[in-house]
């Protein structure tokens, strides 16, 4: 049963073809200290044994809502069926694929009880690349110790370059994050992107220096899928200015701009703001030096051996003091 005395939580799951994943996955939300109000699991036509598993887990488990789309709808469409039939207060999309650890509900929604103007609660990250081996950590640094961070102390961490949002590890609320539009379709792979950097500039979040899930890597994933059709990805950071333009969106996109946060869109990002005036004083000493920062690590890190990557990710600051 959930605790009554913390704020309710709803899982959102969506699932194609991860069926040999369910086994992990389901059961780390299921054995979660602070049990969820229900674990809604929206199976996209699946043409594996995905919906037998699902179907068992339901049996056991009456917490789980197991629907199955009559047609495949897609990542983002199926994000925003699960947050429409979601209950709860607060929302956890779990994707089927990743693990989250012991502890996450629990911790994320205690503190959030204490700082309710909090749009969500995030943790350190455990990143997990597949196909290399490579391991680390994102969002180290961001805090010694669980707290809540307005969006003026989130614009300096990323001025620090200290700041980034783990997605895997959101507990959101559920009113902030329909305030900011949901997922936007037209933003596909980058929805999540937007939504959490708009709805946490807007609120403040709240942060745990620990990691609390992990996410796995793959080069088939939507993410890497869609950065590889590049006018596609052009279109969708296209998009994402757009947002930013709008007034709507002025304050948090000040803040954004502050910080150099496009920074890791690299690139295409550069090149669509060189040519839009709306963004010609976003293209700040700051925004670039990150960006071609990243761009360089990234390339750095396709060469280097396993172990030496690993290394260095440890030496640099990329693995917690206390790693999962």
């Known amino acids: 049963m959930p605790d009554s005395s913390l704020p309710t ?17 389901l059961p780390a939300i ?4 602070v049990q969820p109000l229900e674990v809604i699991i929206i199976d996209d036509c699946s043409t594996d044994n995905s919906w037998d ?20 709808l897609g990542v983002i ?50 990143w997990h ?29 990323e001025r620090e370059s200290k700041f980034f949002i783990a997605s895997h590890t959101t507990v959101l609320k559920r009113s902030a994050f329909i305030e900011v539009g949901s997922f936007i379709p037209e933003l596909k792979w980058h929805a999540d992107w937007f939504v959490l950097y708009a709805c946490g500039f807007r609120h403040g979040v709240c942060y745990i220096p620990e990691p609390l899930a992990r996410f796995n890597i793959f080069t088939t994933s939507y993410y890497k899928s869609g950065r ?13 200015l757009d947002r930013l333009a709008s007034p709507e969106f002025a304050r948090e996109a000040e803040f954004i701009r502050q910080g150099g946060s496009l ?12 040519n839009d005036p709306r963004f010609e004083n976003w293209l700040t000493p700051l925004m670039l030096r990150r960006s ?23 030496l640099a600051g990329y693995r917690a003091s206390k790693p999962a």
């Open 263 to 274: 920074f890791q869109f690299a690139g295409p990002i550069r090149e669509l703001m060189r």
């Open 30 to 33: 299921l054995n979660q200290s």
């Open 129 to 157: 690349e597949l196909a290399t081996g490579f391991n680390w950590h994102v969002s180290v640094g961001m805090a010694d110790s669980p707290c809540y961070l307005p969006p003026e102390r989130m614009a300096e961490l």
């Open 77 to 126: 469409a199926n994000g925003n069926k699960g947050l429409e039939l979601a209950r709860g207060e607060y929302i956890h999309f779990g994707s089927a694929d990743d693990e989250i650890y012991p502890g996450l509900f629990e911790k994320s929604l205690k503190l959030l009880k204490l700082y309710p103007q909090a749009a969500y609660c995030c943790t350190i990250g455990d």
């Open 228 to 240: 590889r059709d590049e006018v596609a990805h052009r279109a969708v950071l296209r998009g994402i």
């Open 292 to 314: 071609y920062w990243h761009s360089f690590k990234l390339a750095v890190k396709d060469h280097l051996p396993v172990w030496l990557a690993n290394l260095y990710f440890r």
């Open 53 to 72: 598993i699902i179907q068992e887990f339901a049996r056991q488990h009456p917490v789980i809502r197991a629907i199955r789309n009559e047609k495949n």
């Open 9 to 25: 939580i709803s899982v959102v799951m969506p699932n194609f073809n991860h069926g040999k994943y369910l086994s992990t996955s």
